[in-house]
């Protein structure tokens, strides 16, 4: 593979090494990598599970959305640089990992839903913004999301268990 | 007290968690996502609570 050398460069790279040799540092970015995961997936569920019909404090998805997504985004990252920063301690052995690559497609999945929903999902959304049941593409939107996040955080945990060390 | 640790340590389904390997991955995962609705649902109760979040934000 022609990413075999960029892998090793990052692997190579000061960060990682420092990251590799601390004790502390390993821990410390899988517990803010959980943490903001906690707040990307939860409110994501949030909105999805709005979606599907379970609304919270608010039954329009308009409001839901702007409160939730800016907590979604600052978050995400968070998770985004903690989890790269874990990756270059170890791009090479990560880069190989099944679990690794399947939680990377699907968030690749994750984002096409999003925009899915975003450029077809929430059509005429001011007509259905506060409707106990939503369109059915909305709906389908959500119900994707909700399975495609969890099996994100499946994946994910898994990762920390099948990894080998170098 | 260690006689109940010890008693939880050897039951049958503290023995099946340990060696089944798939298990301790899923039951973090589901720990986790049920943290996560916690803890984002506790923050938009508190946002709400708070009076940052209103039942009709400010709509565009």
Known sequence: ???????????DWQLSDAIRL?????????CIHVLSICLVVGMISIVDLRLLGVHAHTPSVRVLERQALPIVWVSFAMAAASGAAMFASNATGYAKNPD?????????????????FH????????????APQVP????????????IWIAVVFFGRRIGFTLSPF | MNEIIGFIY???????I????????????VHILALALLVSSALLLD????????????LP
């Open chain 1, 1 to 11: 593979m022609t990413i075999q050398p960029l892998l090793q460069a990052i692997y």
């Open chain 1, 22 to 30: 601390s004790e502390a540092a390993f821990p410390w970015l899988e």
């Open chain 1, 100 to 116: 690794f690559q399947y939680k990377m497609a699907l968030l690749v999945l994750v984002f096409v839903n999003m925009l899915f």
């Open chain 1, 119 to 130: 450029v077809v999902g929430r059509r005429r959304l001011t007509e259905w913004d506060e």
């Open chain 1, 136 to 147: 059915i593409i909305a709906r389908l939107a959500g119900l994707l999301s909700l399975m």
């Open chain 2, 10 to 16: 050897n039951s049958p389904v503290s023995s099946w």
């Open chain 2, 18 to 29: 340990r060696i089944a390997s798939w298990v301790i991955p899923t039951v973090q995962s």
């Open chain 2, 47 to 58: 946002l709400r609570l708070a009076g940052i979040y209103l039942l009709r934000g400010l």
